[in-house]
């Protein structure tokens, strides 16, 4: 198993520019996204990390975002984030199973038109689906992806669902303050779903 | 009865009308209207699906033997399978998004929901990262009872497994007898948990609640009565000659291969790779008790077959040890900010409140009391950070990628669920072998659609 | 049967309506329909220990032109409904359509953008199990509760394309209300 200073001088050896930190115990690498593929190339010729273990997306959007859970009662510390440029953060999860560690590696790019080299041309196979699921919900286009579609929504859907930007969707809820809630029969059940949208 | 058959729409959700050839297909599809087409029908745009003998034909999402809503696209010839490319989304329930909008506590509920067969695990891997952000390890006796617990689920999972996919090759009493055992593991997690399914036991920081008074006796019932049923599978199933020309041979797929499209768990160690979570990265203190890693090295569903056979007997051996030293002591965190102010017990009436806590609040303490409820309506603050907490789950490598910013909930949870990652080696495997040679590969890679699409 | 010793003569008098729906109601034919954990519950249901076979409903049909219950077991996604709304339109009348969980009764706790909030959005329900899952027991008295309604029911509900949903506490005069 490769320690934390070992990964740390290999990848600075390997890729330009690469910055590592420890934080709760693991060992992320932080590229810019030209380096990408290059810093999976050291992992995977490098430390051995044969296994992509995980490719996931973190939205961070321009501006200020402010969400309050209980915004009358109960003073609880706002949720606020300030960030002059949105971005989507990529985390490449990459184990070794010979050797037992792991490392991660993070890329960002704008969230207004978000590219990123595909790591398909390093993990051939095991990057396709995780890609294919990232660009679903974050739009991240993925240059050299073979099949680059949508895996978990509808082909014809509009929007990135798991962006930030994106509402949480679904319907109010009526049991809320004072909102009349017709009784069950006065209740448009029959309405199908969707109709601009699902061919039912 | 009186029944309106219309072949065009006939058998699955796509149309399929039987024109001379194959290539007036798509000849007579631009004629159809749009409103035989369902969503994601994109099986004959195919570049290869009107080759000469080339056939493309659409299994799910609605299928006996699909598990669950998996669509598989096959493109045949004759009776071989040149490709499969599985479809999926059906069940996408988009719970990652919804956790971002609950607190801390309250995400065990939601990601317990997403791997149906093994919802403990869920929770586990979810309370460990959690855990990991706060910096606080569980109790010696809640992590007990976790490792207890998921290694149960494991061989609930196993029995499941075992139960569909018997029945989807024809051995229906397997599935008889699968669920029949099952049943026994879930009265355990039920008299825990509360819950047969769902349970939202695991709690980040420990567990919801103490075990009962008679959790071992209930434990060690179970690992007496299990060995004995097992070995009725296997007088049934080993020298079955129908179960073995089904499954030798079938699906190979090599370490090599399988390591490249991301395949982890049984699946991976019936290709002779001994990797287990448990071995190179252990939690819950299961580095203390003895274990083997079964492999195989026939790399088929066979081989699958065997090495789950023999992990639900390792699972057994783990439970034993722990059950032989079961630490006492609490079971959730001092850190009065995580837990909740009560000492919680499930009492004999099965009334889960302390009777002494609730004097204490309610006629003592007005603190503890507003303590509780912040506690409760709130959750806890978690420090800012990004983990990837990983456990061994029934299908492989189940990772929690979570990302917090220092609020009462998360802002990003991510899940690498280990049947949607080794779904992707269903085409390698299931290439150059027939269709009902489909089935067979698909059930040994044991996919849970729940956890597939979340 | 031991039937004929209780009926004078051996006639039984009723009217079409009641002999028919008795009929209708002892041989229900469940789709397979599994979407999620409802699934397992569902399959656990025609297992060893609950065993819906003792009320003749354990024979789950594949093809749903063979079946005249839909079981909901799950949620219903966006990209689901569709389907599931095809196989309903393919199964014959009459029909009955069980919402089983509270995310098919009405997305349940994943109140968002992928679920269909309800599955009486797309296809009429004739009966509602709540739970998350619910527990087996739970789906068979649901079966048997759809039984007694199905007894009760009249040609014209069953028959005349889709069978209507039923609320709590209401006759059937208002359901015809209802009719769409």
Not at chain 2, 4 to 21: C, G
Not at chain 2, 152 to 166: C, D, E, P, Q, Y
Not at chain 2, 232 to 260: F, H
Not at chain 2, 358 to 380: C, D, P, R, W, Y
Request: hydrophobic share 40%; net charge negative; aromatic share 8%.
């Amino acid at each position: 198993m490769a320690s934390h200073d070992e990964i740390t001088a290999t990848f600075a050896e390997h890729v330009l520019g690469a910055r590592t930190e420890e934080a709760f115990g693991e060992l992320t690498v932080f590229v810019q996204p030209e380096q990408l593929l290059d810093a999976l190339r050291c992992a995977k010729d490098e430390l051995g990390c044969e296994l992509l273990a995980d490719v996931s997306g973190v939205h961070w959007p321009a501006g200020e975002q402010v969400v309050e859970r209980q915004p009358s009662t109960t003073g609880w510390p706002e949720y606020r984030i300030t960030r002059d440029e949105g971005a989507i953060e990529v985390l490449y999860v990459l184990r070794s199973l010979s050797q037992g560690h792991r490392v991660r590696i993070a890329v960002q790019t704008p969230d207004e038109e978000p590219v990123l080299p595909s790591s398909v041309a390093v993990y051939p196979q095991a990057a396709v689906f995780h890609e294919r699921e990232v660009f679903d919900m974050f739009g991240v286009h993925f240059e050299g992806h073979p099949k680059l579609e949508r895996i978990l929504m509808p082909e014809d859907w509009v929007g990135h669902p798991h962006r930030k930007d994106y509402p949480l969707g679904g319907v109010e809820i009526p049991y809320k303050n004072d909102k009349h809630i017709p009784p069950p029969h006065e209740r448009d059940l029959r309405e199908v779903v969707g109709e601009g949208k699902g061919k039912a | 009865m009186s029944t309106t058959e219309n072949p065009a729409e006939d058998v699955a959700l796509t149309p399929q009308p039987t024109p001379d050839t194959a290539a007036d297909w798509v000849d007579d599809a631009e004629t159809w209207s749009d409103d035989l087409f369902v969503d994601g029908a994109d099986w004959e745009e195919l570049p290869d699906a009107v080759e000469d003998d080339r056939m493309t034909i659409n299994m799910g999402p609605q299928h006996p033997s699909t598990h669950g809503v998996l669509r598989l696209v096959l493109e045949l010839e004759g009776e071989e399978v040149k490709q499969l490319e599985p479809v999926i989304g059906y069940l996408h329930t988009g719970i990652e998004k919804n956790a971002e909008f609950r607190t801390w506590v309250q995400g065990s509920t939601f990601f317990t929901r997403m791997d149906y067969l093994a919802p403990l695990h869920n929770e586990l891997a979810y309370c460990l990262g959690v855990e990991k952000l706060l910096g606080v390890e569980a109790p010696e006796r809640a992590q007990a009872v976790r490792l207890v617990l998921t290694e149960f689920n494991r061989i609930a999972s196993h029995l499941v497994w075992l139960a569909t996919g018997g029945m989807e090759v024809g051995a229906v009493s397997m599935m008889i007898y699968g669920f029949r055992e099952r049943e026994h593991i879930l009265d355990l997690f039920e008299s825990q948990s509360g819950l047969r399914m769902n349970h939202a036991y695991i709690r980040p920081g420990g567990l919801a609640q103490d075990v009962t008074h008679d959790f071992v006796e209930r434990c060690e019932a179970l690992l007496e009565l299990l060995p004995e049923k097992m070995a009725e599978y296997e007088q049934l199933l080993l020298k079955n000659p129908i179960w073995n020309t089904r499954l030798r041979g079938v699906g190979i797929i090599d370490a090599d291969t399988a390591i490249e499209h991301g395949v982890t768990g049984p699946v991976l160690r019936a290709a002779g790779v001994p990797q287990d979570l448990r071995k190179t990265d252990p939690y819950c203190n299961v580095e203390q008790y003895d274990f083997d890693v079964p492999t195989h090295t026939d790399a088929d569903s066979w081989a699958r077959f065997e090495v789950r056979l023999e992990e639900m007997r390792q699972s057994m051996r783990i439970i034993r040890q722990v059950l032989d030293d079961f630490p006492t002591g609490p079971v959730m965190v001092e850190d009065k900010t995580i837990a909740w102010p009560s000492q919680q017990a499930l009492g004999p009436d099965g009334i889960g409140n302390d009777p002494a806590y609730i004097q204490h609040i309610m006629g003592e303490s007005m603190e503890a009391l507003i303590n509780h409820f912040k506690l409760v309506t709130q959750g806890f603050t978690v420090p800012p950070g990004q983990v990837y907490s990983a456990v061994e789950s029934p299908r492989g490598e189940l990772g929690y990628a979570i990302t917090s910013t220092g609020t009462n909930r998360p802002y990003r949870v991510h899940v690498r669920e280990p049947s949607f990652v080794n779904l992707q080696a269903a085409d390698v495997m299931s290439r150059g072998q027939s269709v009902s040679d489909v089935i067979v590969v698909v059930a040994s890679l044991d996919p849970v659609m729940g956890g597939v699409d979340r | 049967m031991g039937l004929e010793e209780k009926l004078p003569s051996g006639v039984l008098l009723t009217n079409l309506e009641k002999l028919v729906n008795y009929s209708r109601s002892v041989s229900l034919w469940p789709a397979t329909f599994g979407l999620a954990c409802c699934a397992i519950e569902m399959m656990t249901s025609g297992g060893a220990r609950y065993d819906m076979g003792r009320f003749g409903m354990e024979v789950f049909r594949a093809s749903p032109r063979q079946a005249d219950l839909m079981i909901v077991a799950g949620r219903v996604s966006n990209k689901m409904a569709p389907v599931l709304r095809r196989i309903y339109d393919q199964m014959s009348d009459p029909k009955w359509v069980l919402s089983m969980g509270v995310c098919a009764t009405s997305g349940g706790m994943f109140n968002n953008y992928a679920l269909v909030q309800g599955v009486d959005k797309i296809v009429p329900v004739d009966m509602y199990v709540p739970g998350c899952p619910p527990r087996p027991e739970m789906l068979i008295d649901g079966i048997l509760k759809l039984h007694e309604k199905i007894q009760g029911q009249t040609f014209e509900e069953q028959g005349s394309g889709m069978p209507l949903p039923m609320y709590g506490g209401q006759g059937a005069n208002d359901l015809s209300a209802m009719e769409v």
